[in-house]
């Protein structure tokens, strides 16, 4: 086929049949030129594409071979078993972080005041005890680019002593920013790395014989129409079991393998809740309908305990005001409406993230009879929770004030705050309503509010929480609370409300003080 000389040359390579059930659901880190691009693939990836960046064909010719050798490591780590990791491979794994970072960065190193922030926010996240969080996906990914399965102890080891390299890293190149190149002597502790020889690989199913568990979950999904954002998930638990067990056929995974991929998963800092209504959820459905319908002997789940940690706290708890004012400060200087709206929305409905980023013009509108801005949350939108989860929820003042019912009124397309999809059902990806929502979670992640970053309080929900708190304090009766905010209600219809709910409802939300963002404190 004859290429334009304005289209960049393109990377496409069929995912190996026998690590397809572990690479999915994985994100790629592909080295392209001088860039690196992010490649996520979806329950269904059969290959993995991407842009070389360049129409030059010398060019293009060499960053495809990157790529591959890139690709080929990943499948060897896909495919290894676990290994141990001894000090000194541990500190040249380090090393390698150190090298990449300032060999990036030392020509152009910024401003001292980065540097010193990334000190500082390795020594709270060391004292949080959130390495895991902050630094975790460096590490899988340097391991991944080295062709490595590593687990447990060898890889909490690596995640300290990546961190400790980070950091190293930042002293130098601040040391840089001030004109100071003399040579470092922290880069002299690695020692070169030389890349460790994979354990043996994990058996792929013969061709034509049995099944992965990767097939079994598809097929479950497909009878039981799963959406697409939950065999998304699904399948990262899944792939998360089979990498650790080293093998894909359901026939070989036993009940000491999930015991000790439950273990891993405690030992990689997951909370309880996580992993019983994440990860061990998913596994147990899956073997139990696998058994029912005949396409297992047994199930390995079946007595699997569920993980117990008394070092965990209660729930999540909701937004404090400085927390919420700092979310609405920075939505407030943004343009993209999921940033700009939603968070305001959250923070006067108390409503579900998926609620509000489903809006359409049409769900945002003024009651005829009593003139009162509401949001219609309703199932004719999306997906909802439950049956009590449709309903109308008055707009509070405030909102109003700040022009949100004009703005939606500009509005030219049905969805406000993402751009549908044709098809998207069908094709097995991700939903747009689940990418916008991941996105906002990332953009509050990125304000770097500590209760966030510790998993405290949940970047969306921590709203919904917060809300439920406000109205109870404000002495709003339970049936007016419940009609606020979708929970069930016996008897009754949360959407379908007269106008005396109606203005009751309105009064209720209007008792909530209006944020003032400019001056820090929350105002009446």
């Known amino acids: 086929m004859k290429r334009s000389a304005s289209t960049f040359h393109q990377f496409i390579q069929r995912i190996p049949a026998d690590v397809i059930g572990i690479a999915r659901g994985r994100t790629l880190n592909l080295p392209v030129g001088q860039e690196t691009i992010r490649v996520a693939l979806s329950a269904k990836a059969l290959d993995v594409r991407c842009s070389l960046r360049t129409r030059d064909p010398g060019e293009a010719k060499a960053r495809q071979a990157a ?76 391991l991944l680019s080295e062709g490595l399965n590593v687990a447990g102890e060898s890889r909490t080891r690596l995640l300290e002593a990546g961190a400790s390299a980070l950091v190293d890293a930042a002293g130098r190149l601040g040391r840089n920013a001030e004109g100071d190149y003399a040579p470092d002597p922290k880069a002299n502790r690695f020692p070169q790395w030389a890349p460790k020889k994979a354990a043996t690989a994990p058996k792929p199913v013969p061709s034509g014989k049995g099944s992965t568990v990767q097939s079994l979950l598809t097929k479950l999904a497909a009878e039981r129409a799963y959406a697409p954002k939950t065999v998304s998930e699904w399948t990262r638990s899944i792939s998360s079991l089979t990498d650790h067990a080293s093998t894909v056929v359901p026939s070989e995974i036993t009940p000491d393998h999930i015991i000790a991929w439950t273990d891993a998963l405690v030992e990689k800092g997951l909370s309880a809740k996580t992993i019983n209504e994440t990860y061990l959820a998913a596994v147990k459905a899956l073997f139990r309908w696998a058994k029912a319908k005949r396409q297992i002997a047994y199930n390995p789940a079946l007595d699997v305990p569920k993980v117990a940690r008394r070092d965990e706290g209660g729930d999540k708890r909701g937004f404090t005001l400085a927390e919420a004012q700092t979310i609405l400060t920075a939505a407030t200087s943004e343009t993209t409406p999921l940033r700009r709206w939603v968070p305001w929305l959250l923070a006067h409905t108390g409503a579900r993230a998926g609620e509000v980023v489903q809006l359409r013009r049409q769900d945002v509108r003024q009651d005829p009879e009593t003139g009162i801005w509401l949001i219609d949350i309703s199932p004719s939108a999306g997906r909802l929770k439950n049956k009590a989860s449709a309903r109308v929820v008055p707009l509070h003042r405030q ?49 770097e509010l500590t209760g966030v970053l510790s998993g405290e309080v949940s970047p969306n929900h921590g709203w919904r929480h917060r809300i439920s708190v406000e109205l109870t304090n404000h002495e709003v009766i339970e049936t007016v609370r419940r009609r606020i905010t979708g929970h069930t209600l016996d008897g009754q219809d949360n959407r379908y409300v007269g106008k005396l709910a109606l203005e009751r409802m309105r009064e209720a939300v209007d008792r909530l003080p209006a944020y003032d963002v400019s001056a820090g404190s929350e105002t009446l």
């Not at 030219?412 to 991700?430: H, M, N, S, T, V």
Request: aromatic share 10%.
């Open 67 to 142: 790529v591959t050798a890139y690709l080929e490591r990943a499948w060897r780590a896909m495919r290894a078993k676990p290994v141990v990791l001894s000090q000194k491979e541990i500190t040249a794994l380090a090393g390698l972080l150190y090298q990449d970072l300032t060999a990036k960065m030392e020509d152009e190193p910024g401003e001292v005041g980065i540097w010193q922030a990334v000190i500082d926010r390795f020594q709270h996240e060391r004292e949080a005890g959130t390495l895991e969080t902050w630094f975790g996906s460096t590490v899988d990914e340097l």
């Open 399 to 447: 909102l109003v004030d700040m022009g949100f019912p004009t703005w939606v009124a500009g509005q030219k397309r049905e969805r406000l705050f993402y751009e549908e999809r044709p098809g998207e059902a069908e094709d097995g990806k991700r939903s747009r309503k689940s990418v916008a929502i991941n996105r906002l979670g990332d953009w509050v992640r990125a304000l």
